[in-house]
């Protein structure tokens, strides 16, 4: 066990990394070669073009203005500048509800911190057993301040059930008003909106198969028969997915085309050439521009086949549509209403907005639905607690003597001694690291095997996966020794009494683990999060070897964006670990604080200059945040009945399990009464909006509007503008549709002329908000919510 | 244990009992005097009116026609002679589906005990452990055919193995037929129903108070706005609990009345006088008639009166309404969307048909619902565990010592010695015996106090509150010895795996008991069921005693219903034995199939003959019968695994483990597949008939026909006829309403009359469907529905 003096070295060490790293931080983010990667949100907002350009051929790449970098931190006064107000129209509210954890967490933790302190390490440490008793164990001194200290069937453990109790109020107290303003604040966000596709659209799956009637008739007959005043028309979704290849192709090609027109621009004397062969490497030499645009053009032939092809083929229309209404109350009233006898068939659900939805999934039948849920569920379990069974594996076969029986001709090299100390030392651990490292990928996969149809649900199943890897692997596993797999065979055959008590006791003992843990974790991979050196890197890398077009520039810039899925259960870790130590060991609170504090300036800053949103879900993500800060005071409690009863303490029982009771019922009503704001669409709201747009704009035509919001890529050019040549692109995130002929245009951004080149039905933001672009100039705008596709 | 020799004297014993009771049945059955007592329901329809008049004095009473007694036993095939659709017709859904279950209990076990006979009963015996190895211990016959005849580690638990498989596949499939067969009746019924004021009504909850505005204004501004082309009005609730007090005193004065009437016309030579002083036996002597008309018309001023006052006052309105629509699909958008942006109020749900309303629920608010539904969680929690404890507390007081203490002048009475052994072996039963005779109705007040606003969510809450004591208390209470807080103390020590083992090992030992257990309860139980004798000897009472009028001879034939609170989880505890011991001891299986049958018989007559259905829910018990069916798999599957576990057939275990993860898929599916056909009303339905309702009636005034539906009884006289007197009457399980001046014509009910004085809105029933009234003429049919209200 660690003495106070170990803490203190290994707070020296993580204390002088996160200072490193945010002294190269204040270094290079005021260098203009590296304005890109640390200010690409105010690049895609387009309120910054280049940096300094006015400067000399150095300063263009170096600060040479030392006064800047006497004043390195300030970025810390910068990030707190702007208002929450401002944070939402700048960065949505999803940005801004996610900061809202980390106050949330500063709220909660300084009153509990200050209280615990005062009153428990006195407490604590006058008890005195560790102190005159068993001086000669080895006992920590983190333990003498710990409720280790505590003699058994003291009176004392009534201080610490009193201050559980009074935490617990104070967290439900903090929690309840957390609630309620997050909700108030998404209402108000969502009323705020103007008019959006989403608000009028629902999709509806699992359409029936009619014989003798195509997809197509058989939607509008039936929403014509049931919907007569409100439906208005729909947008059948196409099996694209060989296309969509060949529009990544065409993309490919079409950006090497504007490399060569760039190329032959600026030296404008000879024509570029290329070579037909293999990797441009061999072959008969021709003129690049125009052999590209032949190539496109045969291309474009191809794909026009190709798009007929799927059209005309009834087969390729999946049993998916996205419905037009002609009303925000015919869009809510059919997206929350059961449509057919069979329940099985026409399910409606609000449909995402148009960027969020992830096409794949549309086609997922209804019954495959079930057995994928289920087979997904029963793998994360199987992930959860017997991923070490694999890794074990892979190590076994990844040492030296399995290297050496699967490929003998390595051995001279392997028996060389330094080669040999670094593979085992290395290769072990290897397997580990990547398991680690592709973890948050496999669960996104994962999430997307289940057939959730929205990116953003697609992020809060894998973040829900990765909080269970975490509470197990990281607090369980840390706490209870042995792999989580030996864990679970010891607690299903333990009794449901012992378990707390098993995992009670350990936990004083594992506090200098888990300081040690956040220091690592928290104060230096938050102090590392805004270095941003992979993207620095790449950036640079990308700069110099991939860039030709100002478009490469663009992409290569990739500022990221908050990455809920690993940030969100992380951060309830955090949670769950002040909540079990504040009243076992306080001295572990102020490492909690500091972290709280450190992340919140640290993702301040980012949101407001680094990071640009791929969505807007509204804080749809918050009920989670607020279940699973209940199930952390559950735990506590459960975890504290378990360490009174091996101190003895048992006339504390009664108290103490009348606590986690009373925690359920404030979760109960809490979800009664916050959580319908963030999952159906009130009709008083909707009403609202259509009367107030009635009024305003009373010639509206919302059919026109909504001609082609959610119309699959592929379809784009043959309804919207027959026989126009569009350009059309799928990536894998998002999809969206530029109208053309953007690309000469877009290789200088301005926000003006994005206003001209984004679709017409995307200019009617509120002029209160300033407008917010992807990356992609001509993308949508992310005002968007999301309310469905939970489970 | 009990050997097959015991077992078989109980058999007889039971079997004669049985007889003895279907004998009984038979004779009194056939006598005209009992008439109304065995087939009360013809007379409810009106096609009998009184037991062949035109007899002489004597077979008035007696049958003497003695060619009947020969075919005593003929109402059994009388009582197979209705098909489906004809029970559906007289009796309700609710009763055709509750003879499914039987059908369906009978369909499962017949082929589950011929396999489980002729497969298991050769595997077990030939095994053979306690037939030779253990001659000497006390083990029962019937081990000797069960499982623990298998020596452990055999190879033979795998054909044991092998019929859970084929018995879990089968019961599945039989269950998902089912449940589609009945969602299919159940749409099939719907649809066939005609104009309903349910269909057209919602029921809205926790509005709002807006101060300056009526609740009334309140409601009718909300609804205007979003629901502009759809809601027509609504009806307020008021708070008139002391009113119906007075109605109830004002019915009894009338029923004097009409006695004192009947009997001047019957004997007009002289007019009836009464007595005006203490119970009539006091006081000075005047004319009856005329005494009660006074009385009546002194009542009828105090009533309006109170009614004024009521309807004046602002607080008596509760902040509850029934809102009517001008289509089936406006009233099924309003039900199933949310309307407010705060979730807790305006909470719309579908109406319950009218009678089926339990009006003092209506004023819980939300918040208090939350606690409400935590409050009868936790008693039904003790209620299950803890129920010995008050038990075994009154038992201690009521024996001989304590009664001594208490009632020392007693003593000499008590020591006489054969009081006093009467008293011993009575007393401590009686505490058991009362409080299992009250536990239904202690469960329906703990369901009432839970909040549900109709009589048939309240039914099926108190049945589900019986089962889980039925569950807890009779079977694992037998199968483990001691309380069930003993129980839950030692399960709370044990670990999960150890659980199923304990249970496991007993079950084959409790054979026996279970054998026993079906004969008294099920077998000699459902005969007397059909006898009938507590109605039978309180309905002769009454008419010796109490009955004055026609009317009151109407309300002392008391028909009943099928008990569902207590009826559906006893027969769940017959799906669950036979499931649990159709692998373990299949000599069990006979027992329940000769239960199902006969009581397949008894209460298809009781149906069709006796019962009077209080409501009709459509059948909306199914989900529960089906999810405690599989329930029932799920624990079975968990004995057999902890009792494989004790016979050391480890390697069985993953085999095991598979089944019960597989069974909960298969209902998970069945769940999302059919529930919502039970919960919601699908908008094409809606449509469908709202259209041919156009069609066919294109000048329904539907506001008209809603105008009084769901009036507050109070409210009757004051809107819809106003200063005429009405005669409103509340009972305790229904509410209607009776145009005057019904009470003489009343007095001879004829099923002519019956349909000339039910209120208009019931007139326009389909014709193909009879028409089915409750006891008292004018109310209104059954064929209603319930869609939500489940928790």
Redesign the interface.
């Known amino acids: 066990m660690a003495t106070l003096a170990d803490i203190g070295v290994s707070a020296f060490i993580n204390i002088l990394t996160a200072f490193a790293f945010l002294l190269a931080f204040a270094l290079l983010r005021i260098q203009p070669i590296n304005d890109r990667v640390y200010f690409p949100k105010w690049y895609i907002t387009g309120e910054r073009t280049s940096p300094r350009s006015t400067r000399n051929f150095v300063s263009k790449f170096v600060n040479l203005n030392f006064r800047t970098y006497l004043t390195f931190l300030n970025w810390m006064p910068q990030a707190m500048r702007m208002n929450e107000a401002e944070i939402i129209s700048h960065a949505g509210l999803d940005s801004a509800a996610f900061l809202r954890i980390y106050t949330l967490g500063l709220k909660i933790f300084v009153p509990v911190t200050i209280v615990a302190l005062l009153i428990l390490i006195p407490v604590n440490v006058s008890s005195g057993t560790l102190f005159f008793l068993r001086r000669e164990l080895v006992v920590s001194d983190i333990d003498k301040l710990s409720i280790s200290n505590v003699p058994p069937e003291s009176i004392r453990f009534f201080v610490h059930i009193a201050l559980e109790y009074l935490f617990t109020i104070w967290i439900c107290f903090l929690l309840y008003k957390e609630y309620d303003s997050v909700a108030s604040m998404r209402?108000q966000f969502l009323a705020s909106q103007r008019r959006r596709v989403e608000q009028f659209t629902v999709v509806v799956r699992n359409i029936p198969h009619i014989s003798g009637h195509s997809v197509s008739d058989t939607v509008d007959h039936?929403f014509q028969?049931?919907?007569p005043?409100h439906y208005i028309g729909h947008q059948a979704v196409y099996n694209a997915n060989k296309f969509a290849k060949l529009v990544r192709k065409r993309d490919r090609l079409q950006n090497w085309l504007d490399y060569y027109q760039l190329k032959f621009e600026r030296s404008s004397d000879k024509r570029p050439t290329v070579k037909t062969g293999f990797l441009g490497l061999s072959g008969r030499k021709v003129d690049a521009i125009e052999y590209y645009k032949q190539l496109i053009k045969d291309f474009d032939k191809k794909m026009t086949v190709e798009r007929q092809k799927i059209i005309k083929d009834p087969k390729s229309i999946l049993p998916v549509a996205f419905l037009s209404f002609n009303s925000r109350?015919g869009a809510?009233?059919c997206a929350?209403?059961?449509?057919?006898?069979n329940?099985?068939l026409?399910l409606t659900n609000w449909a995402p907005e148009p960027r969020d939805i992830y096409w794949r999934n549309l086609a997922i039948p209804?019954?495959s639905l079930?057995?994928r849920k289920?087979i997904i569920s029963?793998s994360v379990f199987a992930l959860v607690f017997f991923y070490m069974i694999p890794i074990a594996f892979v190590q076994s076969l990844a040492n030296l003597e399995g290297l050496e029986r699967v490929a003998p001709f390595l051995r001279p090299v392997i028996e060389l001694k330094f080669i040999k100390s670094f593979l085992q030392g290395f290769l072990p651990g290897l397997a580990l690291k990547i398991f680690l490292y592709i973890l948050p990928t496999v669960l996104m996969i994962m999430s997307k095997i289940e057939g959730h149809i929205a990116m953003s649900t697609l992020e809060r199943r894998a973040a829900a996966k990765y909080y269970y890897f975490m509470l197990v692997n990281v607090f369980l596993g840390s706490i209870v020794t042995g792999t989580a797999f030996e864990q679970l065979h010891a607690f299903?055959?333990?009794?449901?009494?012992?378990i707390p008590r098993t995992i009670g006791v350990s936990i004083p003992m594992k506090a200098t683990f888990f300081m040690t843990y956040i220091m690592v974790d928290g104060w230096a991979g938050i102090a590392g999060e805004i270095l941003r050196l992979k993207p620095l890197i790449i950036f640079h890398l990308k700069n110099m070897f991939l860039v030709k077009t100002e478009r490469d520039r663009e992409k290569a810039m990739n500022p990221g964006s908050v990455d809920f899925p690993e940030t969100i259960p992380s951060l309830q870790l955090y949670f769950l670990l002040g909540i079990v130590y504040a009243v076992v060991t306080p001295v572990l609170l102020p490492f909690i604080l500091v972290f709280f504090a450190l992340a919140y300036l640290v993702y301040r800053h980012q949101i407001i200059n680094v990071y640009n949103q791929q969505y807007e879900s509204a804080a749809a993500f918050w009920p989670h945040v607020h279940s699973r800060i209940i199930a952390s005071l559950l735990i506590s409690q459960l975890l504290l009945l378990g360490l009174l009863s091996t101190k003895k303490a048992a006339k504390s029982t009664p108290l103490l399990v009348v606590l986690p009771?009373l925690t359920l019922?404030f979760h109960?009503?809490c979800k009664?009464?916050?959580?319908?704001?963030f999952r159906?669409?009130?009709?008083?709201?909707a009403?609202a909006k259509d009367?107030l747009e009635k009024t305003t704009e009373p010639g509206l035509n919302i059919k026109a509007y909504l001609a082609d919001a959610y119309l699959h890529p592929i379809f784009q050019s043959f309804e919207v503008e027959e026989e126009e040549v569009v350009q059309v692109r799928v990536d894998k995130h998002q999809t969206h549709h530029v109208a053309t002929p953007p690309l000469s245009e877009l290789s200088s951004p301005s926000p003006q002329h994005v206003n001209q080149s984004s679709p017409p039905h995307y200019n009617d933001y509120p002029p209160s908000l300033p407008q917010d672009y992807y990356y992609r100039p001509a993308s949508p705008p992310h005002y968007g919510y999301n309310y469905q596709l939970e489970p």
Chains 1, 2 share one sequence.
């Open positions: 209402l039936f028969t049931n919907h005043n109350w809510a009233v929350q209403t059961q449509q057919s006898k329940p099985t026409w209804f019954f079930t057995i289920f029963m299903l055959h333990q009794s449901p009494t012992q009771v019922v109960k009503y009664n009464r916050f959580e319908p704001a159906k669409y009130p009709l008083e709201e009403m009367i």
